[in-house]
């Protein structure tokens, strides 16, 4: 079954603005994984956290972690164009297996 | 270059014409796995292999066989491919660190009429 759960399923802003996009899941995880797609294209990774951290920022990427509440955010900051994919949260747990949620549909409108 | 390759990227089949989706990673990864993904469900796990010869269950395994037999291949194998096995197909390859990230190959979509 799916562990991570991505919300919302689609959003759309206009360039400049924030993107935040949130995941939950339900069992202990060694780490948690951001992934990127493009329509039809291979999955990208963009940033990993691990169990023990809150935060990690990569460039215009900004990833919390809540462990208490089994959530992360992404957030993608003074978005462009160029964003305009989908997002997937993985989560790694103890046994090595990754689970991915459906994604959320990200817009960034010119 | 580091990477994961799939092959064929394209095929279209008929019902019950056995096929396999080849997929070979260059980075020496311990695990590699299989995924579907259909829209409005993400990526789903096939099948996944820790180690040479060692091969578990994902979460939609029925339907599908794999194996493991180097280190660098994991190929895909429907024996007897049915419509609803129409889908995306991504391989993935990583070590086994705890910090260790997930590459992707390039996808295979298959249509099964």
């Known amino acids: 079954s799916q562990q991570g759960e991505e919300d919302p399923q689609a959003l759309s802003i206009q360039e400049g603005e924030n993107a935040t996009m949130n995941c939950s899941y339900k069992t202990s995880i060694n780490n948690l994984q951001w992934y990127r797609q493009n329509s039809g294209r291979g999955l990208v990774h963009l940033i990993l956290i691990r169990s023990n951290e809150r935060e990690k920022h990569s460039g215009r990427l900004r990833v919390t972690l809540d462990t208490s509440k089994k959530s992360s955010s992404l957030l993608i900051t003074a978005s462009r164009a160029a964003d305009t994919a989908s997002y997937f949260c993985?989560?790694?747990?103890?046994?090595?297996?990754?689970?991915f949620g459906a994604g959320t549909r990200l817009t960034v409108k010119p | 270059e580091a990477q994961v390759t799939q092959n064929p990227r394209y095929l279209i089949t008929v019902t019950g014409k056995k096929l396999t989706v080849t997929c070979s990673q260059n980075m020496n990864h311990e695990y590699m796995s299989w995924y579907r993904q259909d829209p409005g469900l993400g990526l789903r796990q096939i099948y996944y292999?820790?180690?040479?010869?060692?091969?578990d269950k994902g979460d939609v395994p029925e339907g599908y066989k794999v194996s493991r037999k180097e280190k660098r291949n994991f190929p895909l194998i429907l024996e007897s491919p049915s419509p609803n096995q129409t889908s995306l197909y991504f391989c993935?390859?990583?070590?086994?660190?705890?910090?260790?990230?997930?590459?992707f190959g390039p996808g295979t979509r298959l249509t099964v009429l």
């Open positions: 993935a390859s990583r070590g086994l660190g705890y910090t260790d990230t997930q590459y």
């Open positions: 993985a989560t790694d747990a103890y046994n090595n297996d990754m689970r």
């Open positions: 292999s820790m180690n040479v010869e060692v091969t």
